[in-house]
């Protein structure tokens, strides 16, 4: 048969794999949300590539019109950024 102590040893293993096995609420908690924030960043980041593939292909016209708009507001910002006094300024 088994020798006791190897009886033994080999419980405790078990029960220490079947700690590792299973994982605490917390822990549980906190892969789930991880899950779920990268899952919606991954779709948001493939909505946009796509959307930018149709735009750059002009598929949607209308999608041009408002990054055409967009980029000149940037320009814009930056324009006005750059002359400000406050940015100016020596130190």
């Keep these: 048969m088994i020798d006791p102590d190897l009886k033994t040893y080999l419980a405790e293993i078990n029960q220490n794999l079947v700690k590792l096995a299973r994982p605490s609420k917390w822990t549980a908690l906190i892969h789930g949300m991880l899950t779920g924030l990268g899952y919606v960043i ?28 967009w980029q000149q507001i940037i320009e814009q910002t930056q324009q006005q950024y750059k002359t400000s006094p406050i940015n100016n300024q020596k130190k």
């Design 42 to 69: 991954g779709v948001a980041i493939a909505i946009a590539a796509i959307g930018w593939i149709l735009n750059f292909v002009g598929v949607i016209p209308a999608m041009k019109a408002q990054v055409d708009k």
